[in-house]
């Protein structure tokens, strides 16, 4: 069931739109935010909402890089894997990343902490290399500098 | 050197508050919409300004207005549209402006609206530019608190409103028709062309919409005029644009500079050249769905009449520069593994096509390529060429591809005769993840 908050937060997204479906992408967002991922029963809820179908709400949910249809950990490291990144080594900052949490591209740390997902250009490119973790981006990122800039995602 | 579009962005990177931005000359020109500038006034001043679309199209942005049916009779409501998905690799130039400087982006959404008589805007920001919705959710706030949006502009009887929508992360959704089923709530991909948006767009109304970096270009052209805005630039083609660069130079970083300006000059005069120990070898002008252009193309000017059809075009104008220390193949190798992840899926031969490309491109780095495969290359560049997929995605895919083989040649073919990589740093890297 939707929380009266999550409700009251679609309700303000549908208001931007002539057609509610218009803020499927808002509610997905915004249930992600609160839940983490999006679940099977997540998506009948939004469905119900915008009063859409659920496939309607899957086939955009599944579309997208930044939509969660499984569990992620307590955090995401996005790292970028485009050309200016991958110029400036880009994959050994994988690697490092891999070695410290044991989390390789696509996977959970086993404590649950964080999950390493590829991303395309984070549109950094002048500080290349560069990686998002949750909203904060970080440039000019060397394998040196990986556990500081973790540091603080708990 | 003028630079309307970034002289004010602070350099710490803060951004611009209302007043700030009201105080230079900000939301100035909205006067001149209430003392009589009607709507086919601004589009023919956008049209003699000489505006092309700064979406790597380089599109005639005033005559894109005037497909819009307009008077009484015209469908309403009407749709303008700022496309902030900016996913082309080596791209970001509109996250410069968009963080720097938001209420430009807003000034320019009003008079776009005005000019095709919108009265709704949607800006369509990608996912990733967490700081840019933040900074322009606030300055659309500041703009409604003030009264540019969301009540009749004094004297016209003109009212917008503005919103801005957070996408999720696709390639595809910068694609205009994309975009347009993207924001509908639909699964993002193309639509078929015609009917085009300035006639049938989001929800079937008339629909314009305009790269982000155009948009900004609007006020000065109504505050400074079309005779002003053409010498801003060294070329026919009108204004300043923020050119930048990428890859191993002594300075990456972003300059807005006149129209026509050479790569040779931003790679030498503003990047400082190439960095220490590495040599250049070619560059990609705008994106990584643009040709290749070496040493013999640097003085050409980069703006979208100047560089010949064979060569190519100029795309978003931030170049990424490829070093003698990269390898050719394993570059493009890079480039396609991202346009196969994120083709939409929606026509055979993109779908299918650029997924082989990749593997072609990976027997090549480790070793296991022959002849046969370099002319598949060649032959998947034509049978994803323009005119044979649903929507320009994979024949931008196609353009590094294309001109790699025809400047790297030798590169190609000594992978297959040395049965590897030369550059050969490990090619755990080109793992593809589709
Ligand atoms: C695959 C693909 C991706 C695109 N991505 C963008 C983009 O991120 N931003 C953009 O402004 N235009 C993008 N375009 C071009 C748009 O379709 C459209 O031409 C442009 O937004 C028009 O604006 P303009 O005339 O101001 O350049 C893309 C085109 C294709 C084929
Ligand atoms: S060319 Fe590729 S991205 Fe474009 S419609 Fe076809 S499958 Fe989708
Ligand atoms: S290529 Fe990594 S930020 Fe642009």
């Given amino acids: 069931m939707l929380s009266d908050t999550e409700r009251r937060e679609l309700e303000d997204a549908v208001k931007h739109y002539p057609d509610k479906r218009g803020a499927t992408i808002d509610a997905l967002l915004t249930i992600q935010r609160r839940r983490g991922w999006i679940s099977d029963d997540t998506l009948l809820e939004i469905a119900q909402f915008l009063e859409i179908t659920v496939e309607d709400v899957d086939s955009v949910a599944t579309f997208y890089n930044l939509i969660f249809r499984k569990p992620v950990g307590r955090h995401v490291a996005f790292v970028c894997d485009s050309i200016s990144c991958w110029i400036k080594g880009c994959e050994q900052v994988q690697e490092q990343i891999n070695t410290l949490y044991n989390a390789d591209l696509g996977q959970t740390s086993p404590d649950g902490r964080l999950t390493v997902l590829p991303i395309a250009c984070l549109g950094q490119c002048e500080r290349a290399p560069a990686l998002m973790i949750d909203q904060d981006v970080y440039g000019d990122v060397t394998p040196e500098k990986i556990e500081q800039i973790v540091e603080k995602y708990k | ?434």
């Fill in chain 2, 1 to 434: 050197m003028e630079r309307p579009l970034t002289q004010h962005i602070h350099p710490d990177g803060t951004t611009r508050t209302l007043r700030e931005y009201v105080k230079t000359g900000g939301y100035r020109c909205l006067q001149r919409l209430s003392s009589g500038l009607a709507p086919k006034d601004l589009q023919r001043l956008v049209t003699d300004a000489g505006l092309r679309g700064r979406g790597g199209g380089g599109f005639l942005t005033g005559t894109k207005w005037s497909f819009v049916p307009m008077g009484a009779d015209a469908p309403k409501p009407k749709y303008i549209v700022a496309n902030g998905d900016e996913m082309e690799p080596g791209t970001f130039k509109d996250r410069v402006l968009m963080e720097g400087d938001p209420h430009g982006l807003v000034e320019g959404m009003i008079l776009a609206g005005y000019a095709i008589d919108a009265e709704v805007g949607y800006i369509f920001l990608r996912g990733e530019y967490h700081l840019s919705a933040q900074r322009l959710t606030e300055a659309i706030a500041e703009a409604y608190a003030a009264g540019y949006l969301g009540k009749p502009l004094p004297g016209t009887g003109f009212r917008f409103d503005l919103h801005l929508h957070a996408s999720a992360g696709r390639y595809i959704c910068g694609e205009e028709t994309a975009l347009i089923n993207a924001l509908e709530g639909k699964r993002a991909v193309p639509r078929a062309k015609p009917p085009f948006p300035q006639t049938v767009g989001l929800w079937g109304k008339p629909t314009v919409v305009q790269n982000v970096e155009t948009l900004y270009n609007v006020p000065h052209i109504v505050n400074q005029g079309s005779d002003w805005y053409h010498r801003l630039s060294r070329t026919q083609d009108g204004g300043t644009k923020i050119y930048g660069i990428s890859g191993r130079v002594v300075n990456p970083g972003w300059w807005e500079l006149p129209l026509g300006t050479t790569a040779r000059e931003v790679l030498e005069r503003y990047a400082g050249g190439m960095a220490d120990g590495v040599r250049f070898r070619g560059l990609l002008p705008g994106g990584i769905s643009t040709a290749f252009m070496t040493e013999e193309h640097l003085d050409l000017p980069l703006d979208f009449s100047s560089i010949p059809p064979e060569v190519g075009r100029l795309g978003t104008a931030t170049m990424i520069v490829l070093d003698d220390h990269t390898c050719p193949v394993g570059f493009v190798l890079n480039l396609e593994k991202f346009f196969a992840r994120e083709s939409c899926g929606w026509c055979t031969p993109c779908r299918e096509g650029l997924p082989w490309v990749v593997r072609i491109l990976m027997s090549f780095e480790e070793g296991r390529a022959t002849k046969d495969d370099l002319s598949l290359l060649e032959m998947h560049a034509k049978w994803l060429a323009p005119g044979h997929t649903f929507c320009g995605l994979a024949p931008g895919a196609m353009a590094p591809l294309q001109s790699a083989l025809k400047y790297f040649h030798d590169d190609f073919e000594q992978h297959i005769s040395t049965h590897g990589c030369p550059w050969s740093k490990k090619s755990s890297q080109q793992r593809i993840l589709v």
